[in-house]
């Protein structure tokens, strides 16, 4: 028989299965929320569209508004103005492209007149 002023006696009512269930079930509910954070999706791909062109008589050039659009998988996040073309000679071809940033001021001008056919539409 076991005395209960043994030390072992207190030790094996510690560590019997329920006790050590019921410490678990505690520490298990206050580690869970019910609350999920929702991670904001995370850009996978960027697609450039070109906007309506706005056409001008000469000697103004038409304009080609660029956006791009930032896509999580099939989700779109974003679209915003990125680039403004330029069509000087009306030929179709953009001679010259605003970068804009975010808040859609110009950060950088590429200009290209010598009549080539390569395109300046940007990449990226």
């Not at 450039?48 to 008589?57: C, D, K, N, T, Y």
């Amino acid at each position: 028989m076991c005395d209960k002023s043994d030390r072992n006696f207190w030790l094996k009512k510690l560590v019997s299965p329920y006790a050590l269930w019921f410490h678990i079930s505690i520490l298990a509910a206050s580690c869970a929320t019910t609350e999920k954070t929702a991670e904001a999706p995370k850009p996978t791909h960027y697609v450039l569209e070109q906007g309506p062109i706005s056409v001008a008589s000469l000697p103004f050039p038409n304009q080609h508004p660029i956006y791009v659009k930032i896509y999580a998988g099939d989700q779109l996040l974003s679209r915003h103005l990125a680039y403004r073309g330029y069509d000087a000679d009306h030929d179709g071809l953009i001679d010259m492209i605003e970068y804009l940033d975010d808040k859609g001021a110009v950060t950088r001008t590429v200009f290209k007149f010598n009549g080539d056919k390569d395109s300046l539409v940007p990449s990226h």
